[in-house]
């Protein structure tokens, strides 16, 4: 399986701040690499898919880069509804497998 | 509006059976993979499986396989998630998902989910 490795695996940030969210598998998966927001007791939430695309509707201070093993998720001028743990994804190769999660917490 | 309905919370014994639902409204339910991903408490998320709902055809992640099973019903537009036999382990926050693909983008990925159905097994 490959396996995907997030850090850091939690943060803690005040409103208004610039934070980013590594994401490295463990071989090379082109740009098939998706991120996903996750709020306690809500349905997942996808905000970028193939590496850099954002979602339809994602507020555009989420950005999102990468190819290859390494990727990141940039948040610009963090909000108060952007608390929440963060999913990377990778759907290259079956079984698709999840980072552990980095949950963004308010300073 | 794109939406997949779960069906609610249970609450089983080891050994019994139990099947969750994940009702598709909004699109054509036949061309677009589900997929099922576990969250056991206080954990991250897994990826179970996906089916195709066009022919049934299947993928098991091997954490999974020979465990659950994977069906639908094109004329309900639902997929379902089955347990032959639960196990305490088996407690968690189930997911369904819908695969979305691009002959531009590198996918699938996952838009949208379900709202969850939490599974509680205890004797």
């Known amino acids: 399986d490959i396996q995907m490795t997030q850090s850091p695996s939690s943060l803690s940030a005040s409103v208004g701040d610039r934070v980013t969210i590594t994401c490295r598998a463990s071989?090379?998966?082109?740009?098939?690499l998706n991120w996903y927001q996750h709020k306690p007791g809500e349905a997942p939430k996808v905000l970028v898919y193939?590496?850099?695309s954002l979602q339809s509707g994602v507020p555009t201070r989420f950005s999102a880069s990468g190819s290859g093993t390494d990727f990141s998720l940039t948040i610009s001028g963090l909000q108060p509804e952007d608390f929440a743990i963060y999913y990377c994804q990778q759907s290259y190769k079956t079984p698709q497998t999840f980072g552990q999660g980095t949950k963004v917490e308010i300073k | 509006e794109v939406q997949l309905v779960q069906s609610g919370a249970e609450v089983k014994k080891p050994g019994e059976f139990l099947r969750i639902s994940c009702k598709g409204s909004?699109?054509?339910?036949?061309?677009?993979?589900i997929s099922w991903v576990r969250q056991m408490p206080g954990k991250g998320l897994e990826w179970m499986g996906n089916?195709?709902?066009?022919?049934?055809?299947?993928n098991y992640s091997p954490s999974f396989q020979g465990h659950v099973s994977f069906s639908v019903d094109k004329s309900l537009s639902t997929a379902y998630l089955q347990w032959g036999g639960l196990k305490a382990s088996d407690t968690a926050i189930y997911y369904c998902?819908?695969?979305?693909?691009?002959?531009?983008?590198?996918?699938?990925?996952?838009?949208?989910w379900g709202q969850g159905t939490l599974v509680t097994v205890s004797s």
């Open positions: 909004g699109y054509r339910f036949t061309s677009h993979w």
């Open positions: 071989q090379s998966i082109s740009t098939y």
């Open positions: 089916i195709d709902p066009s022919d049934s055809y299947t």
């Open positions: 998902a819908r695969g979305i693909t691009s002959m531009y983008s590198s996918g699938p990925w996952f838009d949208p």
């Open positions: 193939s590496a850099s």
